[in-house]
């Protein structure tokens, strides 16, 4: 059965860090303007994932979550991706800003409208993958499915 992996991300303390450094919310700043940069190149990686969530070019990336139908056949280089994104935060802000990954393999929707809407499988999983991430103090993967 064909099986569908969705990755879903969120900066970890990211309120704080904005207050802290003077950022803005509203417009692309350092972090969540990486986040849209490296949103932006795992979707060309990855030929047929779709953008369920982000990247946002206008505002800067905070949260993202992508899926990529078929990407069962690749989830070890879909992991690898996920790993260079959450370095990349570590080596760009030495630890003060970090993200955390939920990933989420579930079976593929049969067609294109759950994608775009977030309520397949894999998608459920990842936000739960994220949400566990989360609570493990941020800056993990988590993987569920």
């Known amino acids: 059965m064909l099986k569908s992996v969705a990755v879903a991300g969120d900066l970890d303390r990211f309120r704080e860090v904005i207050k802290e450094r003077g950022w803005s919310e509203y417009s ?8 849209t940069e490296l949103v932006e190149r795992f979707l060309a990686r990855f030929p047929g994932a779709v953008a369920v969530k982000g990247p946002d070019r206008e505002r ?5 979550v992508v899926e990529i139908p078929g990407g069962d056949a690749f989830l070890d280089e879909i992991l690898e991706e996920c790993e260079r994104i959450r370095e990349n935060f570590e080596r760009e802000f030495r630890g003060e ?49």
Do not use: M, Q, Y
Request: glycine fraction near 14%; aromatic fraction near 2%.
């Open 28 to 35: 692309p700043n350092p972090a969540t303007g990486l986040l």
């Open 60 to 64: 800067g990336t905070e949260e993202f």
């Open 97 to 145: 800003v970090t993200i955390s990954l939920g990933v989420g393999v579930g079976p593929a929707p049969r067609n294109r409208r759950p994608l775009r809407e977030g309520e397949s499988p894999a998608v459920r999983r990842a936000l739960e993958a994220l949400r566990e991430a989360k609570r493990k103090g941020g800056n993990a993967i988590v993987v569920r499915g």
